[in-house]
């Protein structure tokens, strides 16, 4: 009874301590499932940039390398580790953070989450960039070709314009540098090993662009040195 009850005295203080920035992250993720209506409702067409153009003659059809070689197995398998790897860095990390009332990288992680997004939806709104698989010959939207489900539910919620930066990138990169310097081996070991495989789907579907992938280490990679920088 003692030891329980000092599990969940731990339990509320750690609810407590992270009480904002939990809330912080579930506003976030809201913004991000009315971003589509949003820009449909309040934003006029005339304010949008065609940034495909731009990454476009930046890198030309250069993506369409990871495209050498297509398979359905392996579309299958990117598809599967596009969607299954993406969401579970974001959820187990946030899972075992606090399981473990790993306090500190708890907050950084959420504030990394949200200002990942927050960062990203003004080039969502106003800097379009298609996905590579819609703007060049050369290059296949395989996920949504083989998948027409999957297709309608992302499309629900994502116009297919907002590229730029990697979401997928950044929250996965994000969640590898949380982890690194913990005693959470397994766990480190799925992030190291599914970054890459995250990189490689994003491009081999025909999702992203190269300039994406390094727009969303980039994003990454600011988020988490403000975040250490704030709870430092």
């Known amino acids: 009874m003692k030891e329980g009850g000092q599990r969940r005295a731990k339990c509320k203080q750690f609810a407590?301590?992270?009480?904002?920035?939990?809330?912080?992250?579930?506003?976030?993720?809201?913004?991000?499932?009315?971003?589509?209506?949003?820009?449909?409702?309040?934003?006029?067409?005339?304010?949008?940039?065609?940034?495909?153009?731009?990454?476009?003659?930046i890198e030309s059809n250069s993506v369409s390398i990871f495209q050498k070689v297509i398979s359905p197995s392996l579309t299958y398998l990117m598809s599967f580790s596009y969607l299954a790897i993406y969401i579970c860095a974001i959820i187990f990390t946030f899972l075992i953070l606090a399981y473990y009332r790993q306090t500190h990288l708890f907050k950084r992680f959420s504030l990394m989450f949200s200002l990942n997004y927050l960062i990203a939806l003004p080039f969502?709104?106003?800097?379009?960039?298609?996905?590579?698989?819609?703007?060049?010959?050369?290059?296949?939207?395989?996920?949504?070709?083989?998948?027409?489900?999957?297709?309608?539910?992302?499309?629900?919620?994502?116009?297919?314009?907002?590229?730029?930066?990697?979401?997928?990138?950044?929250?996965?990169?994000?969640?590898?540098?949380?982890?690194?310097?913990?005693?959470?081996?397994?766990?480190?070991?799925?992030l190291y090993m599914g970054f890459p495989i995250i990189v490689f789907s994003v491009l081999y579907l025909g999702i992203h662009w190269i300039t994406d992938v390094f727009a969303g280490l980039a994003l990454a990679s600011l988020t988490y040195y403000v975040a250490k920088t704030i709870y430092d």
């Open 16 to 57: 407590k301590e992270c009480r904002f920035p939990i809330l912080f992250s579930l506003l976030a993720f809201a913004l991000f499932l009315s971003q589509t209506t949003i820009q449909q409702k309040f934003i006029s067409p005339s304010r949008y940039y065609d940034g495909t153009a731009v990454i476009e003659a």
């Open 124 to 190: 969502f709104m106003f800097f379009n960039v298609t996905v590579a698989g819609a703007s060049l010959q050369t290059v296949q939207p395989l996920m949504y070709e083989q998948f027409p489900r999957v297709f309608s539910v992302i499309s629900a919620i994502d116009p297919l314009d907002n590229c730029f930066p990697s979401l997928h990138v950044a929250m996965t990169f994000s969640a590898c540098l949380i982890i690194r310097g913990t005693n959470f081996e397994r766990y480190k070991t799925f």
